[in-house]
């Protein structure tokens, strides 16, 4: 019986993937046994949006935060799409229209 030795190296399954917004753009490398969630996380660092604020789409489908990259097909230098939920986006609006109306300044 002919058993293969195991060997654990690290770095060698990790992929180069660019992360898109309409602004700019991410180039990141990271384990493609990463899931979306992992990669939301890293994210997160890089843009200030929370995981929960974040939708990543692939190949023009939104994935799941439980999903893993190899798995649905994310391989060396894919484009992955990040959009933030329209919720979040009209929140902020509101917030910033809530504080620049409650700081008007009157002149007598």
């Given at each position: 019986?002919?058993?293969?030795?195991?060997q654990?190296?690290?770095?060698?399954?990790?992929?180069?993937?660019?992360?898109?917004?309409?602004?700019?753009?991410?180039?990141?490398?990271?384990e493609?046994?990463?899931t979306?969630?992992?990669?939301?996380?890293?994210?997160?660092?890089?843009?200030g949006?929370?995981?929960?604020?974040?939708?990543?789409?692939?190949?023009?489908?939104?994935?799941?935060?439980?999903?893993?990259?190899?798995?649905?097909?994310?391989?060396?230098?894919?484009?992955?799409?990040?959009?933030?939920y329209?919720a979040?986006?009209?929140?902020k609006l509101?917030?910033?229209?809530?504080?620049?109306?409650s700081?008007?300044?009157?002149?007598?």
């Amino acid at each position: 019986m002919l058993v293969q030795k195991r060997q654990d190296s690290i770095g060698d399954d990790l992929i180069s993937i660019r992360v898109s917004t309409f602004a700019n753009f991410h180039d990141l490398s990271i384990e493609a046994t990463s899931t979306f969630g992992e990669l939301k996380m890293v994210l997160s660092l890089l843009t200030g949006l929370e995981p929960k604020q974040q939708r990543l789409l692939f190949k023009g489908k939104e994935r799941e935060d439980d999903e893993y990259l190899h798995m649905v097909g994310v391989g060396e230098k894919d484009k992955v799409l990040l959009l933030e939920y329209p919720a979040f986006k009209e929140k902020k609006l509101l917030d910033r229209n809530n504080i620049s109306a409650s700081c008007l300044t009157i002149i007598v």
